[in-house]
């Protein structure tokens, strides 16, 4: 599943190509087809990214956002719409393709385009036209993103200090951390050397602060290079002569998907379990139990 950095750069991306134009809506798959009959030659307001949600906005006047605090949330909720809301889930892809004929359009649910850009949408886990209180309700009930201005990290601190779930189990809840995935919880849990079993009533507010400052630097690194880095740079492989990481994701990590190959740091094996339906990788050594 897409982690929220990736959603805040299809958001900027979307403003790039749309924002202003009007623009050719379609459900060549048909199961979006009478919300894009609705769109269809209107004027791309804006995107907005909300955690792992997406909202297009194609209000007639665009409310801009102030950055900042609560009031950007209820600015949102005063647009009028319509918004078209869209969560990738596990196997949904937004991708830009060139704006030419249609192909695939039996798996094709959304395509916006122009003469010079196009997007398409396919198979994702909501892909919905609604209204500036559905969207309201929808931002309300996530929790802080560290990739906005308007974050309070006092409310997902909130949730993890009364909770007797462990801290791995509490990153991966969109209302502790929105945007927050498998990828930032194992690296940033390795970073600040905290175990993925340690119960989050059993977490000092000193290390929650610096679980939060560490989303907050690295998410928005991703955003700007597209790819997740969050090795520090004396442990890179420019610092110690080892060969650059190898992988489909990209970038260079100290545990997510290394299990088996010696810790970057310690040398010992990275583990890794299931948990909740997802690998959860740690170094046993550097993450030991306290």
């Known amino acids: 599943m897409p982690e929220g950095h990736v959603i805040h750069r299809l958001a900027a991306e979307l403003d790039h190509a749309f924002s202003g134009r009007t623009v050719s809506v379609s459900s060549p798959q048909g199961r979006f087809a009478e919300a894009s009959a609705l769109l269809d030659g209107t004027v791309f307001g804006t995107a907005e990214a909300f955690g792992k949600h997406l909202f297009l906005d194609f209000s007639p006047a665009t409310v801009p956002a102030v950055p900042g605090g609560p009031a950007e949330q209820e600015e949102l909720a005063l647009r009028t719409g319509p918004f078209v809301h869209i969560h990738l889930g596990l196997i949904g892809k937004l991708r830009w393709v060139r704006p030419e004929a249609v192909q695939g359009a039996g798996t094709l649910r959304l395509r916006i385009a122009t003469e010079e850009h196009a997007l398409e949408l396919r198979g994702p886990q909501a892909c919905a036209l609604v209204g500036p209180e559905e969207v309201a309700a929808l931002v309300t009930?996530?929790?802080?993103?560290?990739?906005?201005?308007?974050?309070?990290?006092?409310?997902?601190?909130?949730?993890?200090?009364?909770?007797?779930?462990?801290?791995?189990?509490?990153?991966?809840?969109?209302?502790?951390?929105?945007g927050v995935g498998n990828i930032y919880r194992a690296e940033v849990l390795y970073r600040q050397r905290i175990h993925p079993d340690t119960p989050g009533s059993a977490l000092s507010r000193r290390a929650w602060n610096r679980i939060w400052a560490d989303f907050v630097e690295l998410m928005p690194q991703g955003v700007r290079h597209g790819r997740i880095d969050?090795?520090?740079?004396?442990?890179?492989?420019?610092?110690?002569?080892?060969?650059?990481?190898?992988?489909?994701?990209?970038?260079?990590?100290?545990?997510?998907?290394?299990?088996?190959?010696?810790?970057?740091?310690?040398?010992?094996?990275?583990?890794?379990?299931?948990?909740?339906?997802?690998?959860?990788?740690?170094?046993?050594?550097?993450?030991?139990?306290?």
């Open 230 to 290: 969050t090795v520090r740079p004396e442990d890179s492989p420019e610092a110690t002569g080892r060969e650059p990481r190898v992988d489909r994701h990209g970038g260079e990590v100290y545990v997510y998907r290394r299990h088996g190959q010696p810790c970057l740091v310690c040398g010992r094996e990275v583990s890794v379990r299931l948990f909740e339906g997802r690998n959860l990788y740690w170094c046993g050594r550097c993450q030991r139990r306290r």
């Open 141 to 178: 009930a996530l929790g802080p993103d560290p990739l906005r201005d308007d974050a309070d990290p006092e409310r997902g601190w909130r949730r993890v200090h009364r909770s007797e779930r462990t801290i791995a189990s509490l990153l991966m809840d969109q209302r502790v951390a929105a």
